[in-house]
Nanobody, 113 residues
Framework: QVQLVESGGGSVQAGGSLRLSCVVF????????MTWYRQAPGKGREFVSG???????NYADSVKGRFTISQDNAKNTVYLQMNSLQPEDTAMYYC???????WGQGTQVTVSS
């Protein structure tokens, strides 16, 4: 059984930073391809960033240059460093293991102007 646990969300002012963490419990092979999504109130879930077993990363256009995804395989953890946060970044952030198709429970990020 695989479980993903996110943490690191919170409330910040515009221009601030947060670092989200996602720990994968269970099959370590599930950490090979990891993604972050977010869902704002009244909107659908959207892709934010991904990190893959070949070392590549990708980002949504809306976060390029501000967010950085990274991974610590020894800790089975994926991080999302979020800088220069804006009110439009306010959402519930979820991590997902692509290989195993499992979602975390989410962590709330709120950015005030």
């Amino acid at each position: 059984q695989v479980q993903l646990v996110e943490s690191g969300g919170g409330s910040v002012q515009a221009g601030g930073s947060l670092r989200l963490s996602c720990v994968v419990f269970g099959y370590t092979t599930c950490t090979y391809d990891m993604t972050w999504y977010r869902q704002a109130p009244g909107k659908g879930r959207e892709f934010v960033s991904g990190i893959y077993s070949n070392g590549s990363t990708n980002y949504a256009d809306s976060v390029k240059g501000r967010f950085t995804i990274s991974q610590d395989n020894a800790k089975n953890t994926v991080y999302l460093q979020m800088n220069s946060l804006q009110p439009e970044d306010t959402a519930m952030y979820y991590c997902k293991t692509v290989r195993c198709g499992v979602w975390g429970q989410g962590t709330q990020v709120t950015v005030s102007s």
